[in-house]
């Protein structure tokens, strides 16, 4: 019997090994792909410059417009989200404690939300749009991007907040807290690391999402200074070039989805290391 267990964890052991060393290459088999193909035209100039004339058959500039106006809509988004997720995710884990029926509703519904494609958010976005008479431009991208991530903002920081102990709570509210100064004052304190990765996660996934903007935010070779002019995304760029039938414009697709992908990069190992960071902070 021992001999048939010590069997069943070996091939248990191979198959979860297999399984986990086969996202890490097929992670590394994408990106590799992409800069192989991106590094040759990715250049300085293509990173501080605007599209130029003929930009689109050739010619000479790069994608600022699309990194400018990526980062306008992600931190717009992102702040938004922070402005109505943060009080959500509280009143859901201190309003809520003892009503588990709606808590389980509510996050049902903000699962439903996070799984919706963003082409639907898109769409919604569109007709919202043109409800409030409203044209394509950086305000309607940055709507409809806050719209998309704030499920993903409040369910992370609320699974967070979920794993405080409940004797926390008992004890706040024994020394004479209201429950607002319980929510931000210790809670909120106490959950700061989930706060930063779900900050970090929302707009991650903000400033890498294509479908969401492609009715909303527009497109334009230039860079936005107002809320109603029409943005580009590094997405859409890398979009509307890939499909573009000249190799040189292909290949500067590329080279602007190895920007994104070092991009996304860079806030994953930013997310990891400042919830590491934060959560060591609040354990001391």
């Not at 035209?41 to 994608?63: D, N, W």
């Not at 409203?134 to 991007?145: K, N, P, R, Y």
């Not at 890939?242 to 602007?256: C, G, K, Q, W």
């Amino acid at each position: 019997m021992n001999r048939l267990k010590r069997i069943e964890e070996a091939i248990f052991r191979i198959f979860t090994g297999l399984a986990a060393y086969s996202v890490i290459a097929i992670l590394a088999f994408i990106i590799c792909i992409i800069f192989m193909k991106g590094f040759n035209a990715l250049s300085f100039e293509m990173i501080i410059h605007v599209p130029k004339g003929g930009y689109y058959y050739g010619g000479e500039g790069g994608v600022l417009n699309a990194i400018v106006g990526s980062l306008y809509i992600a931190f717009g988004a992102t702040i938004m989200a922070v402005i109505i997720g943060v009080p959500a995710a509280l009143y859901i884990n201190v309003h809520l404690i003892r009503r588990k029926k709606t808590q389980n509703t509510i996050r049902y519904f903000l699962d439903a939300l996070w799984g919706i494609p963003s082409i639907v958010y898109g769409a919604f976005g569109f007709t919202l749009m043109l409800y409030l008479g409203m044209h394509a431009s950086l305000l309607a991208g940055i709507i409809t991007v806050a719209l998309l991530i704030t499920p993903i903002m409040v369910r992370t920081f609320d699974e967070v907040l979920s794993t405080i102990p409940k004797g926390l709570h008992e004890a706040s509210l024994a020394l004479g807290s209201t429950k607002t100064e319980m929510a931000f004052k210790i809670l909120f304190k106490q959950g700061f690391s989930g706060f930063i990765t779900a900050v970090l996660l929302s707009f991650g996934r903000g400033i890498g999402d294509a479908a969401s903007v492609l009715f909303t935010a527009g497109y334009t070779d230039l860079i936005p200074v107002n809320l109603d002019e029409p943005a580009a995304t590094l997405p859409l760029a890398i979009f509307f070039q890939l499909s573009s039938p000249i190799p040189e414009v292909r290949d500067r697709a590329f080279a602007a989805a190895a920007l994104l992908t070092i991009i996304i990069l860079i806030i994953s190992i930013g997310a990891r290391y400042l919830s590491k960071k934060f959560s060591v902070t609040t354990i001391k």
